[in-house]
């Protein structure tokens, strides 16, 4: 079962960036419909962007103009470029396939933003 393990999070004042990368376990995996997914406390992980293909990529609302999305298929790594960083972007991120795979979840990466 492909493993993922994200990494990149860590504290940041609002305003500021963060770039958060996804490895995979599997060869080759990043080729397939992908995508990242944030969790804050105490609520539901939800989906934050997608890439499909390389060419179709799509990200939440809360997101959009922020955040960017991208892989480099060589490195089998998964990228999430983070801008304009604002408190309700504080979460635990995750990278999986899109749909999820249920047997995938790798340990997420903590975001804080805040001053």
């Known amino acids: 079962q492909v493993q993922f393990v994200e990494s990149g999070g860590g504290l940041v004042q609002p305003g500021g960036s963060l770039r958060l990368s996804c490895a995979a376990s599997?060869?080759?995996?990043?080729?397939?419909?992908m995508a990242w997914y944030r969790q804050p406390a105490g609520r539901q992980r939800h989906l934050v962007a997608t890439?499909?293909?390389?060419?179709?990529?799509n990200y939440t609302d809360a997101v959009k103009g922020r955040f960017t999305i991208s892989r480099d298929n060589a490195k089998n790594t998964m990228y999430l470029q983070m801008n304009s960083l604002k408190p309700e972007d504080t979460a635990v991120y995750y990278c999986?396939?899109?749909?999820?795979?249920?047997?995938?979840w790798g340990q997420g990466t903590p975001v804080t933003v805040s001053s």
């Open positions: 999986n396939k899109y749909p999820s795979d249920p047997d995938s």
């Open positions: 599997e060869i080759g995996i990043m080729r397939y419909n």
């Open positions: 890439i499909e293909n390389d060419s179709i990529i």
